[in-house]
């Protein structure tokens, strides 16, 4: 059964750089069957796709966020990252990691974890 | 950029069956995906690609997608069905969600 842990600081200061990190554990990122993202949840809204990344490094990234968004992978530690920079109070959401199955579907999710902006 | 329309709130009665639908340009010609999310829980997938079920979801939950608008429908509801409901899709190498549906159990 696949896992995905979210874990970083649950504060962050405006203007500075958010980092998350998602563990992966019940199989290899490496393996290569899927790809890996970050979605969030703005309180008492919906759904936001960040982006995702393969094992090799390949990103897609929401347009809309594309200029403040970069996701790693650490292969090694079966983990990839989040890093979302020049945060404001609009970034303050629950982030979350999942799998992204073969027809782009999120098939297994982390618990999310709440991302507070504030000084 | 592609837009996904659902409706706010969807009520039904216990054991009666609900419709919720996810409106989109030509959203037919796409794979669509549905979540259900109760309060503070992640997302669990209910349906992808259209009508398959993952392994461990009930028959209850189907999906259909013609023309402009999928629909996820959710036969003999029960109260533990009450939750939010997303559909998504992939458009133009990006992951579009609807605004989501409440699901109320009256």
């Known amino acids: 059964q696949v896992q995905l842990q979210e874990s970083g600081p649950g504060l962050v200061k405006p203007s500075q750089t958010l980092s998350l990190t998602c563990t992966v554990s019940?199989?290899?990122?490496?393996?290569?069957?899927?790809?890996w993202s970050w979605i969030r949840q703005h309180p008492g809204k919906g759904l936001e796709w960040i982006g995702y990344?393969?094992?090799?490094?390949?990103?897609y990234y929401n347009p809309s966020l594309k200029s403040r968004v970069t996701i790693s992978v650490d292969t090694s530690k079966n983990q990839f990252s989040l890093k979302l920079s020049s945060v404001t109070a609009a970034d303050t959401a629950v982030y979350y990691c999942?799998?992204?199955?073969?027809?782009?579907?999120?098939?297994?999710w982390g618990q999310g974890t709440l991302v507070t902006v504030s000084s | 950029s592609y837009v996904l329309t659902q409706p706010p709130s969807v009520s039904v009665a216990p054991g009666q069956t609900a419709r919720i639908t996810c409106g989109g340009n030509?959203?037919?010609?796409?794979?669509v995906h549905w979540y259900q999310q109760k309060p503070g829980q992640a997302p669990v997938l209910v349906v992808y690609d259209d009508s398959d079920r993952p392994s461990g979801i009930p028959e209850r939950f189907s999906g259909s997608n013609s023309g402009n608008t999928a629909t996820l429908t959710i036969s003999r509801v029960e109260a533990g069905d009450e939750a939010d409901y997303y559909c998504?899709?992939?458009?133009?190498?990006?992951?579009?969600f609807g605004g989501g549906t409440k699901l109320t159990v009256l």
């Open positions: 999942a799998r992204v199955a073969t027809r782009v579907d999120f098939d297994y």
């Open positions: 030509n959203i037919g010609s796409k794979s």
């Open positions: 019940g199989g290899s990122i490496s393996s290569g069957d899927y790809y």
């Open positions: 998504q899709v992939w458009d133009s190498s990006s992951v579009v």
């Open positions: 990344i393969y094992y090799s490094g390949s990103t």
